[in-house]
């Protein structure tokens, strides 16, 4: 066996030009995977992690219907105190759960005295809404001093909204708000902080102090139209949509209907589109590799076999097995695959390196200078590799085999 | 002829010289179990066993439309630790018939027995192994694998046959490097030899397995006089020190003077057996 590799490996450096080309296109191919993978993969977990980690959380519990219309923010869909005991017992029991926030999400109007505007607002309890979304103080552009989130009294304003309506940190402003029976409320709050938008939905809306919302919207008991949950690991996602849907699949409302819906932030957020569509580029630049690969690595192969008929007749004849012979050529082909993807995966190392050194940053829709901070995970190394080192054992299993079964006589007739 | 060796080796007195026979006879072959029946009489079945036996080999190629008769009924044998010589013109049917005895290619018809064994019944896999254990090559364009220096083309067969470890490998190698005169080039890979020392290797490979049979078509049609002498030489030394039976083709009437036996071939038939040492004894 040693035998075989060290002839294949000689026999490479014998084309010394032609290996370095098709290793060097097979280089390419990983690195282009390798590094879209990683950038991609980047900016992929930098939205995601600002879509669940200062918005919406990984998961959603609503009462059913309420995603559906939740364009009207509707209040009459909101969870009653029985209900929210049941959810948050059911929350609090699985292990995955790291935190939850219940909202109360409601649209009104914003006014600075001067001017009145729409505003969508979500009165939370500022510590759970920090623990279940823990990039939102990041969010704050400007900011009061002291380390609440929010006090009851105070309000968060969206960028755009602060800056068309000229409001500054600690300015009063006047929120009015239609409550469940139609008649209307007002309120005065202080001016804390200036939220940075971001894209998606709920990336505009200002913060208020649920304790506040109750009053504005007149609720007088514990009242919520929104759970938003945030998990340990953000793998378990499938997992405890599972275990809460089981969960809540005795809970039916009068028409025999589950009572609630979970939703997890991939069916809330279009982001999962763009997600999922980088994966599918990621897909088809895979796809390439391996015709690259396969192509360059075939080619190779054939002229090997085509070149050395001479060679394979002579050892043919002095007692080398066909599986040998095939074994000797797989294994050329083979080391073509593992030095292109050693090579590979060493300059996307680099790549990633000098990226580390000097950081990518991109703008995207309205946010400005996100940084991207590319990693390379062992599983895409692996999974690159692997890739490439089959298909080049495919590539050469065709060529190594007519090799294999050349007649000793006919094969060293040729010149 | 072969029957003549083999009671040499048994230490049998003369007896009726086979090769003088067929010659005296006529120049068409005789049925060589028979001849070495007779020769050998009294000396046991299996000890009488021949190397190499032959009984009406033909071998028809099919070049598109046409059949070509490259051997027409060949009988001969040839016995252990002999040196014996295919002559003729080009086209005669040397390399076809070396093909057929190397178990490189089946015979059409006929039968051919080597060490034994009937090669019709070997297989592409079992062919490689046999040939390994069993027959060296010696080729006319030396055929050595450009990637593997001296040393390594000379252990080459041995790996594939797994024979032995790496200690006793070495040691075989070593002692074939000593005999081929080529100790000293080991290390060197064969685009820096010349062709002489390149057929030396070439011997030398094709002994380092131990094979009963060495066969050798054409080997010096590559080289000088001087060489082609030197080459045959030292297969015949090596051949007497190993009890090695060397089998090779020349259309080279002077490289044919160093053969023990010789069978002239022509047009795919055996026309002539001339047994030197008959002469000897
Ligand atoms: N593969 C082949 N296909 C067709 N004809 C062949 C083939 N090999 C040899 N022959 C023919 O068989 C005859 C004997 O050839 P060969 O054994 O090579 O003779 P020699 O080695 O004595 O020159 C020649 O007529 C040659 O043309
Ligand atoms: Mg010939």
Same mark, same amino acid.
């Given at each position: 066996m040693l035998n075989i590799v060290k002839i294949a490996l000689r026999n490479l450096l014998r084309y010394k030009r032609r290996t370095l080309l098709t290793s060097l296109l097979i280089t390419i191919g990983v690195l282009a995977v390798l590094l879209f993978s990683s950038i991609t993969g980047a900016f992929k977990s930098l939205m995601v992690g600002q879509i669940t980690d200062s918005m919406l959380g990984h998961l959603q519990v609503h009462k059913r219907g309420y995603v559906a219309s939740i364009d009207n923010l509707p209040l009459h869909m909101n969870l009653r105190p029985k209900e929210m005991e049941t959810i948050e017992k059911v929350l609090d029991a699985l292990p995955e759960v790291e935190a939850y926030s219940p909202r109360i999400k409601f649209g009104g109007m914003f006014s600075n005295f001067e001017e009145t505007t729409n505003i969508r607002l979500n009165g939370v309890d500022p510590e759970q809404e920090i623990l279940t979304a823990p990039l939102l103080p990041k969010r704050m552009l400007q900011g009061a001093a002291g380390d609440a989130l929010l006090r009851p009294g105070e309000i968060l304003v969206p960028e755009l909204l602060a800056r068309g309506m000229k409001v500054k940190l600690g300015d009063t402003v006047v929120i009015v708000a239609t409550n469940r029976d139609g008649s209307v409320n007002a309120q005065t709050l202080t001016v804390r902080g200036v939220l940075e938008g971001i894209s998606g939905?709920?990336?505009r809306d200002g913060y208020i102090h649920i304790k506040d919302a109750r009053t504005l919207l007149r609720i007088?008991? &514990?009242? $919520?139209n929104e759970y938003a949950v945030r998990l340990k &690991? $953000?793998?378990d996602l499938d997992k405890v949509h599972a275990e809460l849907s089981a969960a809540f699949a005795g809970e039916l409302n009068k028409e025999g209907k589950p009572k609630y819906e979970i939703h997890t932030w991939e069916k809330l957020s279009p982001f999962y589109n763009i997600a999922r569509m980088i994966d599918v580029m990621t897909f088809f630049i895979k796809v390439m590799l391996i015709a690259i690969v396969l192509v360059s690595v075939m080619n190779v192969m054939i002229m090997a076999v085509f070149e050395r008929m001479k060679e394979i007749g002579t050892i043919a004849a002095i007692g080398t097995r066909p599986g040998k012979i095939l074994a000797l050529f797989l294994v050329e082909g083979l080391s073509l695959g593992i030095l292109g993807s050693a090579a590979g995966t060493l300059f996307s190392l680099a790549a990633i390196f000098a990226l580390k050194v000097n950081p990518l940053s991109f703008d995207f829709g309205r946010q400005k200078g996100l940084v991207l901070s590319p990693t390379l995970d062992v599983n895409e190394i692996m999974i690159a590799s692997v890739l490439v080192v089959l298909v080049s054992a495919l590539a050469s299993l065709q060529p190594a085999f007519k090799a294999s079964r050349m007649e000793p006589v006919t094969a060293m007739r040729q010149v | 002829m072969s029957g003549k060796s083999l009671s040499e080796q048994e230490g049998l007195n003369s007896v009726p010289n086979a090769a003088a026979r067929i010659s005296t006879e006529a120049t068409i072959t005789r049925d060589p179990a028979e001849v070495r029946v007779g020769s050998a009489a009294g000396t046991g079945e299996e000890k009488a066993m021949s190397l190499v036996e032959s009984k009406d080999l033909t071998k028809t190629y099919q070049a598109g439309e046409v059949e070509v008769k490259a051997l027409k009924g060949i009988s001969f044998a040839i016995e252990p630790a002999s040196f014996v010589s295919f002559v003729g013109p080009s086209g005669s049917g040397k390399t076809t018939l070396l093909n057929l005895v190397g178990c490189l290619d089946k015979p059409t018809s006929g039968q051919l027995r080597v060490v034994g064994t009937d090669v019709a019944t070997l297989g592409r896999a079992e062919g490689a192994t046999f040939r390994g254990r069993n027959i060296g090559f010696v080729f006319q364009d030396f055929n050595?694998?450009?990637?593997?220096t001296v040393f390594e083309n000379i252990e080459y067969p041995l790996l594939m046959v797994e024979c032995c470890g790496a200690r006793e490998r070495r040691e075989r190698v070593e002692t074939l490097l000593e005999a081929v005169g080529m100790a000293d080039q080991k290390k060197k890979f064969p685009s820096q030899i010349s062709g002489g020392q390149k057929q030396r290797v070439a011997v030398a490979r094709a002994l380092v397995a131990d094979p009963k049979l060495v066969l050798a078509d054409e080997p010096t049609a590559n080289l000088d006089h001087e060489t082609a002498f030197m080459v045959i030489n030292l297969m015949k030394s090596l051949k007497k020190e190993r009890k090695t039976t060397f089998v090779f083709s020349t259309h080279d009437p002077k490289i044919v003077g160093e053969a023990e036996i010789v069978y002239t071939l022509e047009d795919g038939l055996v026309t002539n057996l001339e047994d030197r040492r008959a002469g000897h004894a």
């Open positions: 939905p709920g990336g007088e008991k &514990k009242e $919520a &690991k $953000a793998d | 050595l694998i450009p990637v593997l």
